[in-house]
Structure formats: C-alpha cells, structure tokens
C-alpha cells in the first residue's frame, strides 16, 4: 500500500528509481526474513533489510545528516547482527546442525538439549534478545529510531513506523519455543520491555516534533508488546504488533496535516496556560525529569561513550600503520602464518592453540585501523580485506577442515576487494582526493562508480550475493563451543569490518559534495 | 555598514545580524517576500553576488544551464547581442560570447563559516554536532505550539530566563559541565563577556556571531521572526535573538569544556591566519559579470515577445458596450487564464483584476474562534474588525491526530482498536481519496450561511482597540478608491461579480503559501463579502453619487470564491439577488462552471499525472482529487511561472496567451490622469508580485539553502516549521515541489500610461522606488496611444524597441495545451 502511495508521492523527485530499486531489496529481504525456516536463512534476509534501511536512510545522499544518521542506524543493526550470527553459532553446536523454527517447537527435542547445556541455552536467547533489542529501538539503542526519519515520508512510514522496527518482536516469536522455558530470560525480556515502555512515552511525551513524537510512542508500545511475548500472550502480542504498525504507519503519512489540523482545533480551543512560581519538591522533579527526557536519557552520548569511543580510541593506538608498512610487514607475517599452517607439526600444540587468537587478534587490529583511519581510503579498504585472510587462517589453524571452504570464504572476497580497489582507485585520479576526513559526495558525479563501489563493498561485506556468505558461516561451525574469545574476536572483527566498509562508502561517496559548496545545502539542514 | 570595526557594539551587531536572517513568519503565516531583503539597498546585479559571496548562496542558474538554454534557442542570439552591445561594445561582442559559451569557471568558497572552520581545524572537534540537535530540541520545545503532550515547563519567562529557572530548580541539567550552568545562574551572561571566554579578539566577535547563526539560520530566522512579532505565533513566547545566542555560546563553552576539561584556549590564540573579512568589500569576478549578462539576455528573451504582443492589437473585433456580467478577480496570475476562459464563454462580460483583499483592510474573528486573523497585506495593520457570527460549526475530527495514542495505556487501547481502522483508512486514500478533517479547505474559511458585522453601529462599538464594523463613509470610500483604481466608473453590468481566491491542501504544511497573498495568506472570501455588501448599500451608493460614480440601482454585487486547487466557485448572499439578476446569475453560473472546466484543463498540462488529451470535465474530476489526496505533494503549482504583472487596460492583454504568468491588475490612465492610484497600485504590486517573484526566483536557483528542499523528508516542528529528519535546521523558503517548473526571471511591471506621469509617480516613495531603481523589478511604461514603449532604468526612460518582428497566432488553444508541457510562449489568440 505504502509503496502506491509513495509512487505518487515520490513523481518526479530525483532517485525515483533508486528508491523503488531499495524498496525492492527491502522486500525480498523482509520475505526472506518472515518465511525463512531456519536462522541461517532469516539471516540474510536480516542482512538484506540492513543495508536497504542503510540506503534508504541515506536516500537524500547530499545532504550531511541523512548520511550521518543512516551509518548510525547501520551501526546499531551492527550490533544485532552479530547477536545472530552467535546465536546461530552457538545453536549450531548446541544441536548439530543447522535447526529449523519447526523443530525448536518441539517441546522434546529443545528440551533434551538443553538439559545439558543450560548455560548455552541461556546464551544463545541473550543474543537473540540484543538482536531483537537492537532491530525494535529497545534500551539501550532506541535513539537510532527517530534519526532514521530522514527519508521520504513513506520510506520512514514502513520501515519505522511498521516493518522494520517490528522485526524484532517477530525474530522473538519465532524463536518463543527456544527460551518459554528458560525463565531467568523471560523475566529480563519483560522487565527490558517495561523500562523501555516507560522511558520512550516520557521521552514521546517531550517531543515537539510530529515525526519522533510518533516513533518514541511507537518503541513505547513496542516495549509492551514485548512484555507481553514474555508473558507468553503470543496472540495478543501479534495482534497488538499488527495494529501498532498499522497506526503509526498512517499516522506518519498523515504528519505533514498536522498542522493545518492543529492550529485549527487551537483557533477554537486555545486556553492559555497558568503557571505557578514555587520552590516544591514536584516541580524539582518535574523539571528534572523534563530535562531528562529532553535529553533523550543521555542515550545517544551513553553509546558513544561505552561503544564507539573504545573502538576509536583502540584504532588510534594503530596510528602508526601506514599502506607501506602494512604491506612490508603483515604480508610476510601472513605469508609466515599460512607456512605455518602448511607445517603444522612443526608447532609446539601449546603455541597451537594460541596462533588463532593471536591471528585473530591481528585481523581485529586491521580492521580497528581501517575503521579509524582518518585519512586514506585505500589503506582503510586493504585492511579490510586483510582482515579477512587473517580471520580464515586463524580458523584454519583452530580446526583442520577442507581447504575448500576457505577458499569458498576467500573468493568472494577477493574478487570483490580487488573490484572495490580498483574503484577506488579510479576515482583517485579521477579527483584526486577521496580522503576520509569528511563525507565527500562523489555520488554527486560519479553515480556509476558509487553503485558499482557499493557492490563491491556488499560483497566483501559477507553480503549473500557472494560465496563468502557461506563461507562465514561454515568459519563459525568451526569455532567450539567453548572458544568463547576466538568466537568474540571473530564476530567483533565482523561487526567493524561491516562499519568500517558502510563508512568507507559513505565517505567516499555520500553526503554533500566537497567540490559544489554553492549547489550544497547547509550541514544542518 | 562597518567594516573592520574593533569595538565590538553588542546592540548594533545583533541587529544587523536580524537584518540579514531569514525573515520568514511560522508556517501559518506563510507570506512571500523578498529572501534576500538585506541586499535590497544594492542594485540586483551587485546584491546578489554580494550574497553569494558573504554567505554561500546560488544567485543564478549555472552556465550550463543557461548555455543550455542559448542552445534550445529559449535564450534568443539577437538578444544576447544586443546586451553585449549596449553594455560591452560592438567591438567587445566576440570576446565575451566566447567566454560566455566555452570559458570554464571556478568559485572561490564562501567567507560565512570561515572563522568558524577553525574549531574543527586546529582543535579537532565538532561543535556543530554536539551544539545544534541539543539546542535545536530545547528551542522547538520552548516554541512549541501544541505538539509535546508535556510543554516546557517553565515558559511565561523569557527564553534565557525559563532555562535558568529550570537549572536552577532541577536536579538534571542540559549542560555537561559544572562552569557554564554556574555561568548562568550566576547571571554572567553578557554576550561579549561569554566570547572572551570562546575567541578572545574583540575584533572577531561580529564575525563569529554570523558564522554561528549562519550555521542555523532556519532556527535563527525563526527565532528573530517571532521577537519581532510575538503575536504570529498564537500560544506566545518571548524569545529573542540574544538569548538564543547567550544560550548558544553557553553550551559551546560547555562541549568544549567536556571534550578538554576547563584549560582550553581561547579561538584567537590558536588560529593561524585571520579568515577574510565577512563584510569586506565586493569585488565583481568576471564569472559574475557572464552570469549577469546570461541572466539578462535571458530575461529579455521572453520579455521582448511579451512587449511585442502588447503593442501588437487586435483589431476589427466590435467592442460591445452592453455587459452581461462583470467580475474582478485578484491580480494572481492564477486567475489570468480562468478570466480568458469567462471572456471567450462570454464575450459580452468583462473582467477585471486587483489585489485580492478589495481595498478593505480588517481583521476578522471567526465564530467562536478565540482569535483574530488579519485580511489584508502584511505591511498594513488594520484598525477594523469584523466578526462572524450566527455560525453552527461541527468541528470534524480525527482520531489519528490524538495526542493519547502517544502515551503508555491509552496507546496501548488504541493501536489495538483503531490500529486496524487506520488500515481502513490508508486503503480508502490511495484508492478513492475524500475529504477529511486534516485538510485545509478554503471553503471553510468563512462559512457560507454565516452573518458578519460589517456596518459600524456606532463609533464607541469597539473590542481591544478596534472599530467593529465600518461607517457608512469609510466605506463609501473604498468603494470608491476600488472602482476608480480598476477603471470600471461607467457602463456598469446588472450584476458585478467580486471573486477573491483560496486553496485546498491536504498533507501541505505549507498551506498558507497557496492562498491569497494580498489577505495575508488567508482566503479572500471574506473581504469579497465584506466589499459587495458596503457597494449594495443605499447610502454607499448615495455618497458615490455625489462624488459622480453612479451606479445603477439594477447593479448588484455578487461576494465568490475561487479555489484554485479544485477550481470551484462559490458565491455568497445570492439570495440577496432580485428576481431578474437571479436568473441571470444562474446564465452566469453555467459560464463560470464551463470557464472552470476549461481551466483545469489549462493547468493538468503542468501535471505529469493527469493526461492532458482527456476532456475537460474528466481532467477537473481529476484535479478535484489532487486536493483532496495524501499522497499528492502538487495540489497546484501556485505562482510558479510567474513573471509578469501589467497594469492597464484588458484591451493591452485580452488577445494574448501568456500562460498564467502575469499578475494582471486593471486600470484605466483615463480615470486617473494625475497617478493617484496608480501609485497605490505600484506600491503593492511592487512589493507584493515583486516578493512573491523574487521568493520563487531565490528559491529556485537555491532550492537548498534559500529554498525548503525537497518536501517528502519534511517533518513538521512544533507546528511553526518544518525540519528534515529531527536534528535538522528549520527549512524556510519554497519545496522544490512549488518552484521545479518556474523560470528564475525577475518581474516586468508594465503600466499603461504617460511615461512622466509614472516617473513621478514611482517616485513619491522612497521604498517603491528602490524597487525600480535598483532593479528588483524591470519596469516597462507603454504609452496609451501610440503604444510606444520606454525602459526604466539608471532613472531615465528610454525608449524601447522589441527585437522580436511578429508574434505566433494560435486559432485552436487547445491543441497547443495539448502539445507540451513546458512554458509556451506569447501567442494571440485568433
């Protein structure tokens, strides 16, 4: 219906089709996600529905904000991404294979499993729980919700005010047969629910704008919905979920009426406000609490601070990697690393157990580097890729396995890293700077070479259009169940690899062009 | 202006600073004007680069585009030749064409922002991001005109004053750091002392106070807007320019102290280089001087075969003396094609034009509305009000808009309940769209059946200061004024229709900028009302007669208004009609409904969605339906095309197709030899068509800094702006979706009369004159007989000698509306 109406709505603006081609994507990946049988196969759609939200978001790409916001959101889906991919990996290990919705229902089956294991089983739904979190704006991440309402009306009516923001209440009733018994995290699900209902309708009730009015009330009810799939009222939370979305998708359709309608029922009904001059302990709170909810609870400084901060500060300390000295030494250490694989028995099995921690710390620092260089875009994108062979050779060296599914994990990359290089550095001579201290916009003039870079970076992002998303689920099958580090390394290198690649892009190519100030509209707009 | 000035005076900067900002009222009051009213003391040429230059705006189209134009022959060689000769030399022409069409241009960067830059430079922090979306959201609270369910707590104070009882009492804080809070409450706010703290030379106070509110000016422009009139925003605030910088330079002491703890260093200490002086002197480059010649030869282009058109007339056709019906209509170049539409229905009518307030000033209170609304142009404040009253008024309303959906439980009942109702409703707009509640309807400005006070009981009837009603003799004035400024003194028709004009928008924020600019954004069909029943009055008519305007006892005025979205009209007090002028209005009404007809045919040309080969009343079902459906964001496209206003007869105009770009304002030199009213005319149409022009004009060849942008991310804040996203600045000026059809051409103004008489008369005030004299505005004077033409400019007229040898005749206009859908040139009409 939304997309009906955006064909009339959308006439004429420029990116018509690029919007559509995402509204597209984004469909294929939300049916993916809904009729998906397994996690495995809800993951891609789960990825798919990422990087359409990263470029619907960013659909106005000249401008700064939209930019800004869209890597923000981006990153905070980051975050539940990995969520999944430890859910996966660890259900992998907990049944052996690659577990369907069906088979979680029953009750049997779960529960013989988890008998055993039910520290797993508790590990496993917390994932769940952060990826849900993280996709429905609950606490902590709630405030990517109302940064998302940059593009075009309709975009931000489907996506935030319906499907997207209610995918995380779904992946929880999906997974409902997992964790009904495991009441420790019921409890949590409900309580996280509770804080969030009432933090965001303080924080709605605050709002003087029509759009993030409607998406702090709508992560309010989202947290009563989760409340209520922790009680276990599954229908009345899907009817619930359905009727939520329905109303604040109309209602963000509606917004721009707001006025016209207002300032109406103001012209008749206007009373004007009385107000009292005391020193009480309420209005002590009530002013307090005013300022808090203004501020958003501090929820936007508080993830800076706690996550990104660390990340940056960690890739500062690697300041003094540069393109030549990453070459001149981490290639010969590779090269050392893969002979080392060739004549394992040479290695003492203590150091043994050590090299893939080692390597894979080693692929971390890459992509630290690569996502905190401030200036050249190609060392940033070599990093990346790095990254990649050095988390394969560590995974090498934790499990022997058939070569061919690190070398089905490479190819992908490879080709597509190649690809992106060479992208880039086409567009070097072309305008020769494409540094990555500020947004530079070069989608502005090269819109062929941004998309073909987009495709390269979705493929070296593990992107199911590539081999190497089946490669990097098969890694994971070959972390145990016990490398709790090895497997937190690994998903911690994916996570800021798929930053560091969406930042690059968005760099090189998004947000107002550096070369037209005059045809450029303000940062703040 | 100063320059350099070392003394930083705190009152005067402040005050430049509003000068320049954007000056644009909350969107209920939306009113077009000049953008860039700072520079108007300038000629154009010097202004506008001077803008562009000090503060990063696009003044023009860019080259390509023009020598796209030269190509497709729209700009014309003969014209551009002509320029060149007259301003570069005969001998100068081969040069400059070659610049013109091959030379490549670099603009060096704006200077606003410069001083600022170096925050990011040589400190490495972002101030803009950790200031603006704080400081944004507490103004927009604070503004707030009935979004939040939880309004600013403190608020009857002025806006500094309400942030410091709220840090005074509360446990929270907005700041980060302890120095900034304690400066505050400790009252040390004055704004030099607060940039000693951030910059330290007192010699870049005023220059990093315009980088700083240049970095928002929405916000700034909102903010300085509403301190200088309070009374537009309906709930109000006092808020000023200095608190909001107070305010601001508060919390960039504060990030700063965060990010470094509380040794930093002063801006001056660090930067290595002074920026160039903002206000330092205009050099012209020479890409200035191409962009202007492309600028005027494109004007001229189309200027010439409009004069050409004028001067050429229709002759033979029998000028019939008896009239059916008269009708006046505003002089929006909406109602120019709706007018030509009731000519050819009706050859036996005639049609005028005229500010849409008809010459009565009011403001006026709606039944049971708690306050009042002003119906007249913005300058004027009214001393009369009108009331309605005897109304019955059902307010529709819409659940959807219910601030309780937004709170815990109620939200929590009603996305249950009325969630799957929404769903409904969603289906119901895309598929069959109807009116609803949320739309703004200029119908229901004013209810048709309802009573107004328009005569004066006595003069001590009076409410807040005003006079209700007006006396018989106010009104016999204006009466007068009004017909003597159209010209229609004599030969008056049994019925004289008076027709101002509204919109209807739904989803439209901007809806205020669609209805008539002369009832300061208002409808206009109260003052058609208002005017139609002092002109039936016995004693008006009595008075008239005595000043020699005699209009026959048979003459009625009929009040209508036009809605130019929906092209519908409605007409008021018919039943105030006599037997004989009821059945002739009912002739009349099929007319009008027939004009109607054709004239939305006229407009869907514009409209990629609507095919334009389809007939006439299928084409107005259609536009009906665009006023009434979400998800159009072009109901109308408004004044854009506008480029044109001719004051004088209808027989300059009557035979010419000009594509609804000309404001048409009638007026006969025989009535007024001397001027008079003439120069009532010119002053509004110069400062009301030109504001309306220049507004499109700026924000077409900057849709993002001096226009709104695009209006699909618009999210509407606080009920007086609108913002992208919600950490975005306010968005003043026109969406890309009024202007993307309009041609960036300044006014003509062309009048009719004696080329001395409107020298002296563009001279009477100082304000009009600098209009024309500094070229906001072309002004072209056409001699009523011999039809010659004279060219205002440097203070002399000219005379002036069309390029183009003849103009297109058209025999079937509908093949040639059929045909395309950009502007179509002057043609007559045979």
């Not at chain 2, 309070?230 to 305010?247: C, E, G, M, Y």
């Not at chain 2, 703004?440 to 006595?458: D, P, Q, R, V």
Request: aromatic share 12%.
């Amino acid at each position: 219906m939304v997309t009906i109406y955006s064909r009339y709505y959308l006439h004429r603006e420029t990116g018509y089709k690029r919007f559509f081609n995402t509204i597209l994507f984004f469909y294929l990946g939300y049916n993916i996600t809904i009729l998906s049988g397994n996690l495995e196969t809800l993951f891609i759609g789960w990825e798919l529905l990422g990087i359409s939200s990263f470029l619907l978001i960013a659909f106005y790409r000249d401008r700064y904000l939209p930019v800004k916001n869209a890597v923000k959101v981006f990153s905070i889906y980051r975050i539940g991404d990995v969520g999944l991919i430890l859910a996966m990996w660890m259900s992998h290990h907990l049944f052996q294979e690659n577990i369907t919705f069906l088979k979680l229902s029953n009750y049997e089956l779960v529960h013989s499993h988890l008998q055993s294991h039910s520290w797993i089983g508790i590990f496993i739904s917390l994932m769940i729980l952060i990826s849900a979190a993280a996709k429905s704006a609950q606490l902590p991440f709630s405030t990517w919700l109302p940064r998302a309402m940059e593009g075009p009306t309709p975009s931000s009516a489907i996506f935030y005010g319906s499907l997207s923001v209610h995918m995380g209440v779904f992946i929880l009733l999906r997974t409902f047969p997992f964790w009904e018994h495991q009441l420790s995290v019921r409890i949590l699900i409900g309580l996280l629910g509770l804080t969030t209902s009432l933090v965001a309708t303080g924080i709605a009730r605050v709002q003087s704008s029509v759009k993030s009015q409607i998406a702090y009330s709508s992560i309010a009810q989202i947290g009563i919905i989760f409340i209520e799939v922790a009680a276990g009222l599954e229908y009345l939370a899907l009817f619930h979920f359905a009727g939520n979305a329905f109303l604040r998708t109309y209602q963000l359709l509606v917004s721009p009426s707001v006025v016209s309608y207002q300032i109406r029922e103001q012209f008749y009904n206007f009373i004007p406000r009385q107000q009292t001059k005391e020193d009480s302990w309420p209005k002590k709170l009530e002013y307090s609490l005013y300022i808090l909810c203004l501020k958003e609870w501090n929820l936007d400084s508080f993830m800076y601070k706690y996550l990104w901060n660390p990340v940056k500060w960690a890739g500062k300390k690697l300041g003094y990697l540069t393109t030549p000295k990453v070459l001149t030494f981490f290639i010969p250490a590779y090269i050392l690393g893969t002979l080392l694989f060739y004549f394992e028995d040479l290695v003492t099995p203590s150091i043994h157990e050590l090299l893939p921690i080692v390597f894979s710390i080693i692929g971390l620092m890459m992509v630290l580097k690569s996502f905190t260089e401030r200036i050249h875009a190609r060392l940033s994108w070599i990093l990346v890729i790095l990254n990649h062979f050095w988390v394969a050779l560590s995974i090498s060296f934790n499990e022997h396995f058939e070569f061919t599914h690190t070398l089905l994990y490479l190819s992908g990359i490879s080709v597509f890293g190649l690809f992106g290089y060479l992208i880039l550095r086409r567009l070097k001579t072309l305008e020769g700077s494409i540094d990555l201290d500020q947004f530079r916009g070069y989608s502005y003039k090269h819109p062929k070479l941004a998309l073909a870079f987009l495709i390269a970076c979705l493929g070296v992002s593990g992107f199911p259009i590539t081999p190497t998303f089946v490669g990097e689920d098969l890694i994971f099958t070959h972390i145990h169940e016990d490398q709790i580090l090895l497997a937190f390394l690994t998903s911690l290198s994916f996570i800021i690899d798929g930053l560091a690649i969406i930042r690059i892009y968005a760099r090189v190519f998004l947000g107002p062009h550096v070369k037209s100030v005059y045809e450029m509209a303000y940062r703040s707009s | 202006m100063q320059t350099n000035s070392i003394i930083f005076e705190e009152h005067e900067v402040l005050h430049e600073l509003k000068h320049y900002l954007p000056a644009q009222a909350p969107l209920k009051d939306f009113i077009h004007h000049n953008t860039l009213h700072a520079f108007q003391k300038f000629k154009f040429s010097k202004a506008i680069y001077t803008a562009s230059t000090m503060l990063g705006y696009r003044v023009s189209m860019s080259l390509a585009e023009y020598r796209g134009c030269y190509e497709s022959g729209r700009i014309k060689t003969s014209v551009l030749e002509k320029i060149l000769t007259q301003q570069k030399g005969v001998d100068q022409i081969k040069v400059w064409k070659q610049k013109m069409l091959h030379e490549v241009y670099h603009k060096p960067s704006p200077r606003i922002g410069s001083l600022r830059a170096n925050w990011k430079r040589e400190y490495q922090i972002d101030l803009d991001s950790l200031v603006h979306p704080l400081l944004f959201r507490i103004l927009c609270s604070f503004l707030d005109q009935g979004i939040a369910m939880w309004n600013f707590p403190v608020w009857h104070n002025s806006f500094l004053a309400s942030i410091r009882e709220m840090e005074r009492v509360s446990f929270s804080s907005f700041f980060r750091q302890g120095r900034a809070k304690k400066l505050l409450l400790g009252g040390q706010t004055n704004v030099s002392y607060l940039l000693n703290i951030l910059i330290g030379d007192e010699s870049l106070y005023k220059q990093y106070l315009f980088d700083q509110q240049f970095s928002h000016q929405g916000w700034s422009g909102m903010v300085s807007a509403v301190e200088d009139q309070p009374q537009t925003l309906l709930d109000a605030r006092k808020i000023s320019l200095h608190d909001l910088i107070v305010f601001e330079l508060l919390l960039e002491i504060d990030a700063l102290d965060d990010h470094f703890g509380e040794g930093w260093l002063p801006l001056c200490k660090r930067i290595k280089e002074k920026p160039v002086d903002l206000f330092a002197k205009y050099e012209p480059t020479e890409l200035d001087e191409v962009t202007n010649l492309w600028q005027e030869a494109y004007e001229w282009s189309y200027y010439d075969e409009v004069l050409k058109g004028l001067q050429t007339t229709n002759q033979g056709e029998p000028v019939i003396k008896v009239k059916s019906f008269q009708a006046m209509f505003c002089i929006d170049d909406r109602a120019c094609s709706l007018r030509r539409y009731l000519e050819k229905h009706d050859p036996a009518c005639e049609t005028f034009g005229t500010p849409g307030f008809f010459g009565v000033e009011f403001f006026f209170q709606l039944d049971h509305g708690k306050f009042y609304t002003k119906l007249c142009p913005a300058p004027i404040t009214p001393k009369y009000l009108i009331k309605e009253i005897g109304v019955r008024r059902k307010h529709e309303k819409d659940v959807h808009f219910t601030k309780h959906s937004h709170s815990l439980f109620s939200g929590w009942l009603i996305s249950q309940t009325l969630g799957f109702w929404s769903a409904f409703k969603l289906l119901l707009t895309i598929f069959k769209p109807s009116v609803s509640p949320a739309m703004a309807s200029s119908f229901k400005h004013m209810e048709k059946t309802s009573k107004l006070t328009i005569e004066n009981k006595h003069l001590h009837h009076r409410e807040n200061d005003l006079q209700i009603g007006f006396t018989i003799e106010e009104m016999a004035v204006r009466v007068e004024s009004l017909l003597k400024s159209i010209g229609l003194v004599k030969d008056f028709a049994p019925i004289v229709y008076v027709i101002g004009h509204g919109s209807s928008s739904v989803n439209n924020p901007h809806y205020a900028a669609y209805d008539c600019g002369a009832c300061s954004g208002r409808a206009g069909s109260v003052n058609s009302r208002v005017i139609c029943h002092m002109a039936n009055q016995r004693k008006v008519r009595e008075l008239l007669c005595d000043k020699g305007l005699e209009i026959p006892d048979t003459t009625q005025f009929v009040g209508g208004l036009h809605d130019t979205t929906r092209d519908e009209i409605m007409f008021f007090d018919e039943e105030l009609l006599s037997i004989g002028n009821r059945e002739r209005h009912w002739v009349n009404e099929s007319i009008f409904t027939q004009a109607l007809d054709a004239n939305s045919k006229e407009r869907s040309r514009r409209f990629e969605s609507i095919n334009t080969e389809l007939s006439t009343e299928e084409i107005h079902a259609k536009i009906r339906i665009r006023s009434v459906s979400l998800f159009e964001p072009r109901p109308e496209l408004n004044h854009a095309t506008n480029s044109l206003c001719i004051v004088g007869r209808r027989s300059l105009t009557q035979h010419l197709f000009l594509d609804r770009r000309a404001f048409l304002n009638s007026f006969d030199y025989q009535v007024d030899p001397d001027g008079n009213y003439l120069f009532n005319i010119l002053e509004a149409a110069a400062s009301v068509c030109g504001g309306i022009n220049l507004e499109y004009f700026f924000s077409r060849v900057d849709n993002q800094k001096l226009g709104a942008g695009t209006k699909l991310p618009h999210n509407v804040m606080g009920l007086f702006g609108v913002a992208n996203g919600i950490d975005g600045d306010l968005r003043p000026g026109l969406p890309s979706q009024m202007i993307e059809v309009h041609d960036p051409v300044r006014l003509l103004l062309v009048v009719e009369h004696f080329p001395e008489v409107v020298l002296k008369t563009i001279q009477k005030s100082l304000e009009t004159y600098e209009w024309f004299i500094n070229e906001w505005v072309h002004l072209i004077v056409i001699h009523p007989i011999t039809r010659e033409l004279f060219h205002f400019k440097e203070g002399r007229v000219s005379n002036y000698k069309t390029l183009t040898e003849s103009i297109q005749k058209v025999a079937d206009l509908e093949t040639l509306l059929e045909s395309q859908t950009e502007n179509i040139s002057v043609h007559l009409i045979s």
